[in-house]
Nanobody, 115 residues
Framework: QVRLVESGGGLVQAGGDLRLSCAASGSIFRFNAMGWYRQAPGKQRELVARLSRGGISDYADSVKGRFTISRDNAKNTGYLQMNNLKPEDTAVYYC?????????WGQGTQVTVSS
């Protein structure tokens, strides 16, 4: 049974930084690409950052240069470092593998960026 628990969200002013964490119940990110997704109110969930098994990362254009995805296989934990946050980054952030599996979704962590 895979369980993913996101944490680290909060309220931050525009230009601020946050670091999200995703604790996995097993070595799921060692054997799959890892992704951070977000869902803003009234919008579909979108993939914003992906980290391949081999360590190659790529990002949505909207976050490129500001977000950094990483993982610690020894801790079964993934991270999303978010710098220079903008109000349009406001969303619930989730982690999952890529492509995602529906039953793996956790509760997410809310990120709110004030202008």
């Amino acid at each position: 049974q895979v369980r993913l628990v996101e944490s680290g969200g909060g309220l931050v002013q525009a230009g601020g930084d946050l670091r999200l964490s995703c604790a996995a119940s097993g070595s799921i990110f060692r054997f799959n690409a890892m992704g951070w997704y977000r869902q803003a109110p009234g919008k579909q969930r979108e993939l914003v950052a992906r980290l391949s098994r081999g360590g190659i990362s790529d990002y949505a254009d909207s976050v490129k240069g500001r977000f950094t995805i990483s993982r610690d296989n020894a801790k079964n934990t993934g991270y999303l470092q978010m710098n220079n946050l903008k109000p349009e980054d406001t969303a619930v952030y989730y982690c999952n593998i890529v492509p995602f599996i529906d039953k793996y979704w956790g509760q997410g962590t809310q990120v709110t960026v004030s202008s």
